[in-house]
């Protein structure tokens, strides 16, 4: 787990295909996803749209609130795009199951608890009880992180078949985000069959220095969700010994969040 999520690269592709709604959400991302306003220039280089079709797409994005044109002609998201997330995220059932077990883990460490749903070959955090602490994690709702550094992303990965997780890490792309991040699937394969084995993940400050987490997969009965919840602190503050400690308690909260998800949501229900 880490106290904040990757950028993203250079290029945006859309994975559902050439059409013309594929095409407008692959330039979306590629605003959305940017550190921050995109200039046209920078949103063909980062869509790989031709220029015809990027500035009708521009123009429709504009229109519906998706997107904001500055007055320097930079682009940057709309506020449609809140309102959108907002309704999502507030009727995610999901997340309104997992949340009392999320509350009682918080209760129980002190440090920043997260719920994350893998999404290919990233997580995305749905929700988060912050730190009681004056340090704390840097981590949003909606923000998503690479699955192979994060302890999330590995608790989630490790429920998966071998075919199924085979083919995410032959589409994933290994960057050394510090000295302990994997850098090829071998070895994530590897800790994988820990994890499984163990029932939990760590994050030894793979993704983010200083930052560390124990994880625990989220085994929903009768549903495809991969999913997963971790603790997480600063290094400084969090030892590993601390969070081995808490391995136990992880594991209980993420089965009761699996349980009370199989009841609550029905067979095949629970996603978000």
Known sequence: MTGEA??????VRAEAGTGT?????????????????????????????????????LSHLVEEGLLIQRRDLSYEPGLRLLTLAYRSWSANRFR??????????????????????????????VDKVESRQTVRMSSQIGKA???????????????????????ILARTEFH???????????????EIEEIRRDGHAFDREEHETEIRCVAAPILIPGSE?????SVTGPAYRVTMEQLSAWAAAVRAAAQAVGEDAAIRLGPGRGGP
Request: with cysteine; glycine share 12%; charged share 20%.
């Open 6 to 11: 990757a950028g993203g690269g250079d290029e």
């Open 176 to 190: 050394a985000f510090t000295p302990h991040t994997h850098r090829s699937a071998a070895t994530l394969l590897a």
């Open 96 to 125: 309104d199951v997992a949340e009392p077990h999320l509350q009682r883990l918080h209760e129980l460490t002190g440090e920043t608890v997260h719920l994350g749903i893998l999404r290919e070959t990233e997580i995305v955090y």
């Open 21 to 57: 709604l594929g095409k407008a959400i692959t330039v979306l991302e590629a605003v959305v996803t940017a550190d921050g306003p995109q200039r046209f220039t920078d949103i063909l280089a980062r869509s790989g749209q031709p220029r015809g079709t990027l500035y009708r797409l």
């Open 145 to 167: 992180s690479p699955a192979y550094c994060t302890g999330i992303g590995k608790a989630a990965l490790s429920l998966l078949g071998q075919p199924e997780l085979e083919g």
């Open 225 to 229: 969700l991969a999913a997963g919840l």
